[in-house]
């Protein structure tokens, strides 16, 4: 099976541009998460979706960030502007809610470098 | 609040145990994890362990809980240099039905020393 699949893995872009993540989950899976790993703090999850619906964005660091997943197979995370301190590798994930485990699969990540 | 806390660094000899502590604060948590990133790529989960339970054993890998002192930790025997990775201990808070996000560690970096 194919796992979390995640586009671009690499991005450079100039401060003040729209960037776009693109994340398709494991096929069947009904959670999908994005997370944000830095050096300074970390894992941190920006925001997660039950069934395409947005249940929890309280991570998302402002209103820059947004997330959409219009449907079971698709995700986007969109900075827009961007800013230097945005630089960071950006984790998509999925699992299916209510197996024993809950176990979270992640996709390679995105590497984002604004300059 | 939830929170998890790993230590930075573990330096051990290939072919040594190693074995990486973790603390978490959550005593309703139900289930922990272990996720290893090797450089430049995504967490691979290595293996879960449910809260009643106290052990977890998977090949070279076994999974110590102690939920009284809210302890976890991993150990790797016969440690190889493939082992080399960051190893994150991450928690969850809701039981099947629920879907919260895993909580992480900020990851300990395993260095082999030939």
């Known amino acids: 099976d194919a796992g979390v699949i995640q586009s671009p893995r690499h991005e450079v872009t100039e401060m003040g541009q729209e960037v776009t993540l693109r994340c398709k989950p494991i096929?069947?899976?009904?959670?999908l998460f994005w997370y944000r790993q830095t050096m300074m703090r970390g894992l941190e999850l920006l925001i997660y979706?039950?069934?395409?619906?947005?249940?929890?964005d309280s991570g998302m660091p402002e209103d820059r960030f947004s997330a959409k997943m219009p449907n079971a197979s698709f995700s986007t995370l969109k900075i827009q502007p961007s800013e230097p301190r945005d630089s960071a590798v950006y984790f998509c994930?999925?699992?299916?809610?209510?197996?024993?485990?809950?176990?979270?699969?992640f996709g390679e990540g995105s590497w984002l470098t604004v300059v | 609040g939830e929170d998890v806390e790993q230590s930075l660094f573990l330096s051990v000899r290939e072919g040594d145990s190693s074995v990486i502590n973790c603390t978490y604060t959550?005593?309703?948590?139900?289930?922990l994890y272990w996720y290893k990133q090797e450089p430049g790529a995504g967490l691979q989960l290595l293996t879960y362990?449910?809260?009643?339970?106290d052990m977890k054993q998977d090949q070279r890998l076994t999974v110590l809980l102690n939920k009284k002192d809210k302890h976890l930790s991993l150990r790797i025997a016969d440690t190889q240099t493939g082992d080399s990775a960051i190893y994150f201990c991450?928690?969850?808070?809701?039981?099947?039905?629920?879907?919260?996000?895993?909580?992480f560690g900020k990851g300990t970096h395993l260095i082999i020393q030939p």
């Open positions: 994930a999925s699992r299916y809610r209510g197996v024993p485990g809950n176990t979270i699969y």
């Open positions: 096929s069947g899976h009904n959670s």
């Open positions: 991450a928690e969850s808070l809701r039981s099947g039905g629920g879907a919260d996000g895993l909580t």
């Open positions: 959550d005593s309703s948590s139900t289930y």
């Open positions: 362990i449910f809260s009643n339970m």
């Open positions: 979706f039950n069934n395409n619906v947005p249940i929890d």
